[in-house]
């Protein structure tokens, strides 16, 4: 059972600047996937960014892609996302997740273990 601790997050004006970051319990963390995914209020969850077992291979949103960066430290057993030139419609509870294979997924059903959500808020 891989246990994935949230932490950062928090209110930011239009245009700032936030870092997640998810702590894994595993120490073979590098053997897993990881994905960011975020959900809005009325909204389903959506994919963000994911990364494969090494951080050598990144996918993202359309709506994220050259605003956000998904990374991973394997000898810290801890995913990042930089989140950078944020807008009001980035507000979400945003997850990390853990697939138990070396490639990442944009579906969120292709995961194993969730994070709790950690909220994020962006004001205009």
């Known amino acids: 059972q891989v246990q994935l601790v949230k932490s950062g997050g928090g209110w930011v004006q239009t245009g700032g600047s936030l870092r997640l970051s998810c702590a894994a319990s595993?120490?073979?963390?590098?053997?897993?996937?990881m994905g960011w995914f975020r959900q809005a209020p009325g909204k389903e969850r959506e994919f963000v960014a994911t990364?494969?077992?090494?951080?050598?291979?990144?996918a993202y949103a359309e709506s994220v892609k050259g605003r956000f960066t998904i990374s991973r430290d394997n000898a810290k057993n801890t995913l990042y996302l930089q989140m950078n030139s944020l807008k009001p419609e980035d507000t979400a509870v945003y997850y990390c997740?853990?697939?138990?294979?070396?490639?990442?997924?944009?579906?969120?059903?292709?995961?194993?273990?969730w994070g709790q959500g950690t909220q994020v808020t962006v004001s205009s």
């Open positions: 997740a853990a697939r138990s294979t070396m490639w990442g997924s944009k579906w969120y059903d292709e995961y194993d273990y």
């Open positions: 595993e120490p073979t963390f590098s053997n897993y996937a």
């Open positions: 990364i494969n077992f090494s951080g050598g291979r990144t």
